[in-house]
């Protein structure tokens, strides 16, 4: 006989949970499971909300469950109390739905001990210890966006980072968030010229620059991802894109020979954390200045390629100071020839010679953008 729906889906759930704490990474284990689900809509929404969610939550469940745990967990029995814990308190689920369905799906070895906890965690109110506990962040991201930002917009941010959000489709079709489609706008691309797009994947900023009539030059170090960009530039019909698996570091292209050049470099992406619920987990302090490094790298070699007038854009999906204001200021420094241009409007906020995007301003993406130009005469 079939599971009920609210059992079957909680048990997808759980699997995916197991196999995020064992390495995978949420979107990928989450596609898989479904894709192999047969559940209908509506259940692959609650999976995915389920997942996503006690993902984000991790750390604030896990308070909520150890204070009623009289020995350390294992891993299969603290991911199932993870997902009660979530559906009781960030859902609101009636408890006896929460827990006698979560416990359907533990471990059979430790189901009556799921049960008797749960029932505690429904029953008792709730003091988080600090705001890193209560927000479900590693204590150095709190720490990093309060000093960077100031108390108010890094825990406003963190806080929106919180929350699911849907991410709007471009008129082409393609999905892709406000803030980004707006990078893309930022780059100013013209019919017949020529952009080079050092950090193509995933392939929307490329196929947008397409649109245009600009005939892309597009890199990405992993071969992997770029097929991805194939992809998307194929199903698009963007015909103006030439690819080539590329260190950004070190471009096949001749230097001087462009008219803009887009840098949406890697980072720590701590103003996507939204979309990507386990990268919290994944990110270690010492990422932040590794990162800039690589920035400051790519944005070396996407000079060597700029023309006299042409525009440099510099894009990162994260709000730390080193990668946005820092990064600003060494190229203020090491690039003199370039001078700023304006940025964009409100709610994009002033941020050194460039402009940044907070979370909490648009219900969407975090976002520092930079726009140089360099001088005819270089």
Known sequence: MPEPAGVEARRLAYRALLRIDGGDRANVALAELLGASGLAERDRAFVTELVYGTTRMRRACDFLVERFSLRPLDAPTLAALRLGAYQLHFLGTPAHAAVSATVEVAPRRSRGLVNAILRRVAGAPVSWPDAATRLSYPDWVVERLVADLGEADGIAALEQMNQAVSVPARPDGYVQGAASQEVTQAVGAQ????????????????????????????????????????????????????????????????????????????????????????????????????????????????????????????????????ETLGVDDWLAAAHPELAPLAPPRPPWRPHGRGALLLPQDTGSDGMALLRLRKDVAA
């Not at 597009?218 to 991805?228: I, K």
């Not at 015909?239 to 292209?253: E, F, I, K, N």
């Not at 944005?299 to 709000?319: K, M, Q």
């Open 191 to 322: 019919a017949g010229e020529r952009v080079a797009d050092l950090c193509a994947a995933p392939g929307g900023k490329t196929s947008g620059l397409a649109a245009t009539g600009a005939t892309v030059a597009a890199t990405d170090v992993d071969a992997a991802r770029l097929e991805v960009v194939a992809g998307v530039v194929r199903d698009l019909g963007a015909t103006s894109v030439v690819l080539a698996v590329a260190d950004g570091r070190a471009p096949p292209w001749r230097q001087g020979s462009f008219d803009r050049v887009l840098v949406d470099a890697p980072c720590t992406g701590l103003g996507v954390l939204h979309r990507r619920p386990d990268a919290r987990w994944r990110r270690r302090p010492d990422d932040v200045a590794r990162l800039a490094d690589l920035q400051r790298q790519l944005l070396d070699a996407a000079v060597a390629l700029l023309g006299p007038g042409a525009t440099l854009v510099y894009s990162v999906c994260t709000l730390t100071a080193e």
